[in-house]
């Protein structure tokens, strides 16, 4: 699979980063329950495409020089491929995830074992989180979903344990219940300055967020791209950057030129068959910040 595209519209360089993640092959992929608005149990699903779609992910991370590690996935645990909601890593320190749901609920210790196998320091959660489903570091700080998910004393835990700002974010579209639905963060590495001396760059969703987390946004972010309601209804936002390249939703074809037009990177994968559990492409990433 090729990532050379055209060359940006724009004189601004930006540099990729090299990003260490997790991922979980969809091995026991499918659709048995209804746990958000994408999921649908009574129409079929094909996890050998979904394995398929997942391995072409799975490439263009190693193609793009990442290392990635993978956790074993677990019979009768079908959306523990959906890596992101499984903790939170900053600095070596794995906070992990306690779901609302029963039906994922076995997925947070599983997740915990692997950080704590691999020489993390596992923090247990006190209040229901979907880690990286609900927390993006951007820059310095992290953005912190509620709504639907991830309950906002878990923000305040977050805070303590990592000692960064923690900027809360009420979601108010069940069909984006996680933040990283509704947010990309397109600049991922903390103290990140633009080349025209700006901060990061994140882009986002407005019909996602109630009016005061929409008001936080248009201050802290005023030169966010605004995707539009197509591309976000493809789960387009829920993508991942190394600063340059953004792996985003193959449909997602508004998206694909905005960031053609800042000077990033777009590249597009089919994850079509994960769609109907209601996960893209961040869902499947988990970043390791050691």
Known sequence: MSTTLPAPA??????????TILMCRPDFFTVS???????????????????????????????????????????????????????????NIAYGASFTYAER??????????????????RVPENINEGEGDFLLVGDIILAGTGF????????????????????LELG?????????AIAVLDPAPGFTAPD?????????????????????RERFPDALLVNEEDAAVLGLNSFSDGYNVVIASRAKDFERQLRERGYNP??????????????VKCCTLELRR
């Open 33 to 91: 329950y209804r746990i958000n608005p994408w999921m649908h149990p009574e129409a079929p699903t094909d996890t050998s495409l979904a394995v398929r779609q997942w391995e072409t992910l799975y490439q263009t991370y190693l193609d793009l020089g990442f290392d990635v590690h993978l956790i074993d996935p677990v019979d009768g645990l079908p959306d523990m491929v959906y890596a992101a909601n499984g903790g939170f890593v900053i600095d």
């Open 105 to 122: 609920q076995p997925e947070g210790p599983a997740y915990m074992d692997w950080f704590a196998a691999n020489d993390f320091d596992v």
């Open 10 to 19: 724009t004189s601004i360089v930006r540099t990729p980063s090299k990003r």
């Open 267 to 280: 590249i597009g994968v089919d994850l079509s068959e994960l769609l109907l559990g209601g996960g893209g």
């Open 173 to 181: 579209n069940p069909s984006f219940y996680h933040l990283d639905t």
């Open 197 to 217: 001396g700006s901060g990061p760059n994140i882009a986002y969703l407005p019909s996602a967020f109630n009016e005061t987390g929409l008001a936080i946004l």
């Open 149 to 168: 998910r991830s309950a906002t004393n878990s923000h305040e835990e977050l805070a303590r344990i990592y000692g960064r700002e923690v900027v809360t």
